[in-house]
């Protein structure tokens, strides 16, 4: 299928999958995976801007009893809510004699350190000062200027989403022995869906990456910001069961170092996004680095019925995490791999 070619959206949300075509003999894509184009891309994507901003979890992990805590590059992080509602950040560890943070409690907005009692409201006190925090309605970033060491911004880099009081968010959070790099590389590889992924995905045609056409289907149709000719569109039918399948095109995106964002744009769930987010944790205790996945489904549909969906969101989340935790069983194995060979000098890329 062209870039200019449709994908058509039927009468009903499903589809009959036509002339189905085995894994072992569906099109190879090695040939049009080249290494080359991946890792411009990946090259692009670290050149452009975070502003330091990196995602440490979902806005829904943030309780009211407990602290969200997070280990991000090596610095113990907590995020709590004050007696305002608003949100508060900072080291996760007590400037006092050192209690871990992340296993206090939280009293009326205020981390009572269950070590010795220090309180902390969210301002600087006794030595701990907050750090920038910004709550996009699905996830939450924590500014860290000494790690990332570029020119900060206010912000972080957010991925244009459709309205979140008419969509349906779940967030899944996974832990890899790689790096952001890794994880990035991974999804900058759309040719590999089919394939890796029989279970989810089939019919898969990248009908557009950069570099491979001189007029793109990225940036502009996605919504992001970024370039035109900078995306990989992709069409591709979800698969449901049996011959039941979701046909869509999708645009994959780079906005930032580490963020990829896949954006539905054309056929059912049109304005979908899947946000995947690579946080560097640290060293593990082998001194091998590990990177977290934290990935965002927003899903939105004008379909008459996709307000029972919404009214169901409790029950559905969970099912949506399960969906991505099972491809992400794969990809983790993908960029764990790919650092491993990267990290003794085999990797073929």
């Not at 349906?168 to 759309?190: F, K």
């Not at 370039?227 to 869509?248: E, H, I, N, Q, T």
């Not at 054309?266 to 593990?284: F, I």
């Amino acid at each position: 299928m062209s870039p200019d070619r449709p994908v058509r959206r039927g009468r009903f949300p499903l589809s009959l999958r036509r002339n189905p075509v085995g894994w072992e003999r569906q099109r190879p894509t090695w040939r049009e995976a080249r290494p080359a184009v991946i890792a411009r891309a990946l090259k692009r994507a670290q050149a452009r801007p975070s502003g330091n901003w990196y995602v440490v979890g979902a806005t829904r992990d943030v309780r009211d009893d407990r602290p969200l805590g997070r280990t991000v590059a090596g610095r113990e992080v907590v995020v709590w809510r004050d007696g305002a509602r608003r949100l508060v950040a900072g080291p996760g560890v007590c400037p006092h004699l050192g209690a871990p943070l992340r296993d206090s409690p939280v009293r009326c907005g205020t981390l009572v350190c269950h070590w010795h009692g220090l309180a902390l409201r969210g301002g600087p006190f006794a030595g701990w000062e907050p750090l920038p925090v910004h709550d996009d309605g699905v996830l939450v970033w924590v500014r860290l200027d000494a790690v990332g060491g570029e020119p900060p911004l206010d912000e972080p880099v957010v991925p244009v989403r459709p309205a979140l009081s008419d969509a349906v968010s779940a967030v899944y959070v996974g832990v890899g022995t790689c790096e952001p790099e890794d994880v990035v590389a991974n999804r900058l590889d759309p040719w590999h869906g089919a394939w890796f992924h029989p279970y989810s995905f089939v019919d898969l045609t990248v009908v557009d990456a950069p570099g491979t056409s001189p007029a793109g289907a990225g940036g502009q149709e996605a919504g992001d910001g970024v370039a035109d000719g900078d995306g990989f569109a992709v069409d591709v039918s979800f698969k449901l069961a049996g011959r039941l399948v979701v046909p869509v095109r999708a645009v994959f995106t780079a906005p930032e170092p580490r963020t990829v964002v896949m954006h539905i744009t054309e056929g059912e769930g049109q304005g979908s996004v899947v946000e995947t987010h690579a946080t560097p944790l640290g060293p593990d205790a082998l001194g091998r680095p590990r990177t977290a996945v934290v990935e965002a489904v927003v899903a939105a549909s004008d379909r008459p019925g996709f307000a029972a969906a919404r009214a169901m969101a409790p029950l559905l989340r969970p099912l949506v995490r399960a969906a991505a935790g099972r491809l992400w069983r794969d990809d983790l194995a993908y960029a764990e791999r790919r650092w491993h060979l990267r990290s003794t000098g085999r990797f073929p890329g």
